[in-house]
């Protein structure tokens, strides 16, 4: 009986115990006997969100859990770090590249292990927002990549691991034309490419977004500048500058930036460029406007080689330069230029200097009187030597060598009254009386009344 009683004693002293803890911790500890650990008396939140974890979906929480103390309702993890999510979750961190909260093995500071309102048991409600956490990409970006502002960070970046620099999920030089296809058919097939657009996307690019269109790091020109510094030498530096260079964004009116089928990633042909502004006269100073080009050349019969070719660089520059007009090398501004040859340095590019330096000659020059070498004549002065532009027309012109039906003199434009025929030809110009020349039979001027100096002043 004693036997009995004290068996008695001793399940009656159970309940009690059972009960004061129970009252103790009740909000923690079910009332009721329990097979799994999410039901209506305890955790029983952890199936009312969005997404559940596998094992709590289906009661398995001994997967992770092992009981520890069942009167205190305490249980430990049945791996330690992450090993426990890498028991079911195989190698997260198997790429050389390793997230920081994956090598750390604090898969919780991401993730809710039981339940979430969001996939992937974010613990917050969008993988964006979880991202943002840490990595605080959009803040000041007037701009976003539409990607982020999706909030689509792993369409770019692995979670986890990656065998690529900063997890992304491709290569670099894959990764941007997966989504902008056009920019990838260019590169493909276009003979010249911008050096960034082979695979350095983010030399000019901000992946996440930017203060600027385009997701640009900057503005042209500054951004250009960054790598072309020879560019910005000439484009500051120069004593004449083109306008277009030095206005933002003024780089991307003649070049594109990632690939061309014309040299130097022209947008299009030099001349159709130029043509962009140069079809109408521009402005270069408050006293000076530049005359239109196509007004220049329009219906003329013989064009100056570069303009034929199309080919405005043979004698300008883009960007800037020492020389009026842009000019390659020296040209002179003025009628009369003292001769030298560095002041006809830009013709010489393409024309024979000894045009004006031999006196006679049978061969050099069809503007000659017999032997005598009329370029010599009117070039070699010290000090009112004719320039180029005192008789050709520097375009193009409806005379042969283009030759100028008039010539502009400070306020009068003055006519050339050239004539051409087989053997030479006659200049009937304000600069002296009517004169003829003929290489078979030269004509006299031996006689006062007509002698060629070209000296007398205007």
Known sequence: MSGVISRHGIELGLVVMLC???????????????????????????????VVHGPVSLGECKSCHDSDNPAEHTYKMTREGRDLCEYCHLDPAAEQNVHE???????????DPHSSASKFLMRKDSVALQCAE???????KKHLHGPTAMGECSICHAAHSSENASLLTMKPTDLCVACHVVTQEEIAKFEFVHEP??????????????????????????????????VQTIAENSKHQHGVVREAGGC??????????VRYLMKDNPETLCLNCHAEPQAISADEV???????????????????????SGCHVAHGSDNHRLLQKAYPELFYAPYNPENYALCFSCHSESIVQDAKTIDLTGFRNGD????????????????CRACHETHGSNLPSHLREAVPYGMWNMPLGFTKN??????????????????????DYTSSQAAPSGNAPI
């Open 20 to 50: 004061v803890s129970t009252m103790t911790l009740a909000v923690e500890k079910p009332v009721t006997p329990q097979t799994t650990c999410v039901t209506e008396e305890c955790h029983a939140s952890y199936k009312t969100q969005a």
């Open 101 to 111: 909260p994956v090598a750390k093995g604090d898969c919780l500071q991401c993730h």
């Open 134 to 140: 840490c990595h605080k990409v959009t803040e000041g």
């Open 197 to 230: 657009a082979k695979g350095d996307c983010i030399g000019c690019h901000d992946p996440h977004g930017a203060e600027t269109t385009k997701m640009l790091k900057g503005d042209a020109p500054d951004l250009c500048y960054a790598c072309h510094e020879a």
């Open 252 to 261: 991307l009116k003649c070049h594109t930036p990632h690939a061309s089928t």
């Open 290 to 312: 530049l005359p239109s080009f196509t007004s220049e050349i329009k219906d003329k019969k013989f064009l100056h080689g570069p303009v034929q070719d199309k080919t405005c």
């Open 372 to 387: 005598m070498n009329l370029h010599y004549l009117h070039v070699n002065k010290a000090e009112r030597g004719r320039t």
């Open 422 to 443: 087989e053997d030479g030809g006659s200049c009937s110009s304000g600069c002296h009386m009517p004169k003829e020349y003929n290489r078979i039979a030269p004509v």
